[in-house]
C-alpha cells in the first residue's frame, strides 16, 4: 500500500511539473474608430478626366490590423522547448468575423517549432517572410494600414469597387511592396551572437503529375527562399534581406499578350501585385485570359513569374527620438522571359518619439519609381508621407490620430486590346487618408 501510494505521489508530482512547463496564452488586438479618405484619379483614359471617390465610416485597423491568437510553449528538458501560434485576423465591424469578402477566419499566421536556447530555432507552417519581419522592426509607422507610407502600403477605407468592404480594399493594397506571408514554409533563425543574427526561409508547394493516356499532366510549383542578416550595436540597428519566389505551371503558360498585359493593364502594374502576395500557387481571384481583352485576369493568375525582393532598414535611438531609413525593391518578371517585367523601387525616412509620458508622435516621407517592359518603357513616380500620434491611457489602451497623402504622376501606361494593338494613356493620382480611433491589446 505505502509503495502504490508513493507512485501515485510521484506521477501527481511529474504531472504538476509538466503542467507547470507548458503554457498557453491568448493575445490579440481590437483596433476601431473613424476612417476617411479622398482618392483622385486624372487619366486621358478617362472620360472627363477626373475620377473622384470620397469614403467616411466607421471603420476598423486603421492602426493596426485586428486579431485573435493562440500561443504556447512547452519546456523539454536541456534548454529545448515546442512552441506554436495559431493567429486570425479580425474585422470588429463586419458581420463575419473575419471580413464579409473572407469565408471562415482569415489566418494570419500558424506554426509550430522546436527551439535550442544558445542556438536557435525552427517552425513549420504559414508565416511571415523575413522582409515582413525586418519592416516591422524598421518601420516608423509600425505597419499602420493609412496611406502615406511607401514600404508598409496600404490604405483603410473602401472604394468604389469593393462595394463598401474596408476588408477586401485593406487586402488588396497591403502586398504591393514585398510578400507578407507564405504558406507552406519552413523558417529557421539563429539566436544573436556578437550582435548578429540570421534568418532564413524556405517555401515548397510542388503538384507534379504524369497523364501516360494522354498529353495532359506536367507541373504546378510553387516555390521560394528567403534570407535576412539582422545586426545590433549600441543603440543602432541594421538589416537586410532578400527573398525569391517563384510559380511555374508547365502545362498552361503566359503567351505574349498575356505577358504584356498582366504588367501594363490599366493601373494593373501599380497596384496590381496581388497575384504574387502568397507562394502558395493558388490564383487570388479569376481566371487567366487568352488575349489583352482579358489580361486583367492574368493579375490573379500567376503562371511562371519570378518575383526578387529586397529591403534593408536601419534605426537609430537618439534618446530624444528614434530616427529610421529603409529602402525596398521589387521586380516581377516572366520566368520564361525575363524582358516582360515590372518593377517597383522605393526609399524613406521618419522619426518616432515620445513628446510627453503618455503622448507619442511620428513622422516619415519617401519616394519612389515603378517601371515596366511595354512600348515606350512606361514609367510613374510615387511619393509619400505620413503624420500620426498615440495618446496612451495605460500600457495596452491609446487612442490615435493618423493622416497620410500618397500620389503617383508623370505615368505613361500601355495597354493591349483584343487584336493585340496597343495604345498609351498618362494619368496621375492621389490620396489622403485620415483616421481617429482607440486601439486595445490583450
Do not use: C
Not at 79 to 106: C, I, R, W
Not at 193 to 204: E, I, V
Amino acid at each position: 500500500m505505502k509503495k502504490s501510494l508513493f507512485a501515485v505521489a510521484a506521477m501527481t508530482a511529474v504531472a504538476g511539473a509538466a503542467q507547470a512547463q507548458s503554457s498557453v496564452t491568448v493575445y490579440g488586438i481590437l483596433d476601431a474608430g473613424y476612417v476617411g479618405s479622398n482618392t483622385t484619379l486624372n487619366s486621358s483614359a478617362v472620360t472627363g478626366g477626373d475620377k473622384k471617390n470620397q469614403v467616411s465610416q466607421f471603420g476598423t485597423s486603421a492602426e493596426q490590423t485586428s486579431r485573435l491568437g493562440f500561443k504556447g510553449t512547452e519546456d523539454l528538458g536541456n534548454g529545448k522547448s515546442a512552441f506554436f501560434t495559431a493567429e486570425f485576423q479580425l474585422y470588429p465591424t463586419d458581420q463575419t468575423l473575419s471580413g464579409n469578402s473572407n469565408t471562415g477566419l482569415l489566418n494570419r499566421q500558424t506554426f509550430v517549432g522546436l527551439k535550442q536556447n544558445g542556438i536557435g530555432q525552427f517552425a513549420i507552417g504559414t508565416q511571415y517572410t523575413p522582409i515582413h519581419n525586418a519592416v516591422g522592426a524598421t518601420d516608423p509607422g509600425q505597419q499602420n494600414n493609412i496611406a502615406g507610407n511607401v514600404i508598409y502600403t496600404a490604405s483603410t477605407g473602401p472604394s468604389a469597387t469593393t462595394n463598401g468592404d474596408p476588408s477586401s480594399q485593406q487586402s488588396s493594397t497591403n502586398g504591393i511592396a514585398y510578400t507578407v506571408r507564405t504558406a507552406n514554409t519552413l523558417t529557421a533563425s539563429t539566436d544573436t551572437f556578437a550582435g548578429f543574427k540570421l534568418n532564413g526561409m524556405y517555401t515548397m508547394n510542388n503538384s507534379n503529375a504524369t497523364v501516360l493516356s494522354s498529353s495532359s499532366g506536367g507541373n504546378t510549383n510553387a516555390n521560394g527562399w528567403g534570407l535576412g542578416l539582422d545586426y545590433t550595436w549600441k543603440k543602432l540597428f541594421i538589416t537586410a534581406n532578400a527573398q525569391q519566389l517563384k510559380q511555374s505551371n508547365t502545362v498552361a503558360t503566359n503567351s505574349s499578350n498575356q505577358a504584356y498585359g498582366y504588367n501594363l493593364n490599366g493601373l494593373a502594374y501599380v497596384s496590381g501585385w496581388n497575384a504574387w502576395q502568397q507562394a502558395g500557387g493558388t490564383a487570388v481571384l479569376g481566371t487567366a485570359g487568352t488575349t489583352g481583352a482579358t489580361s486583367g485576369a492574368v493579375l490573379a493568375a500567376p503562371l511562371n513569374v519570378q518575383d526578387n525582393q529586397a529591403y534593408i532598414g536601419a534605426t537609430y535611438d537618439f534618446g530624444i527620438l528614434k530616427a529610421y531609413a529603409n529602402w525596398v525593391s521589387r521586380k516581377a518578371s516572366d520566368a520564361s522571359n525575363t524582358g516582360l517585367y515590372v518593377k517597383r523601387q522605393a526609399e524613406q525616412i521618419g522619426v518616432r518619439s515620445f513628446i510627453t509620458p503618455t503622448v507619442e508622435g511620428w513622422a516619415s516621407a519617401g519616394l519612389g519609381r515603378y517601371t515596366a517592359a511595354g512600348a515606350g518603357n512606361p514609367t510613374a513616380n510615387f511619393s509619400g508621407w505620413q503624420l500620426g500620434s498615440n495618446y496612451w491611457l495605460s500600457k495596452r489602451t491609446n487612442l490615435y490620430a493618423i493622416y497620410g497623402y500618397a500620389s503617383t504622376s508623370n505615368s505613361a501606361i500601355s495597354t493591349l486590346n483584343s487584336t493585340g494593338g496597343s495604345s498609351t494613356a498618362t494619368l496621375s493620382s492621389n490620396i489622403s487618408n485620415y483616421a481617429v480611433g482607440i486601439r486595445h491589446t490583450f
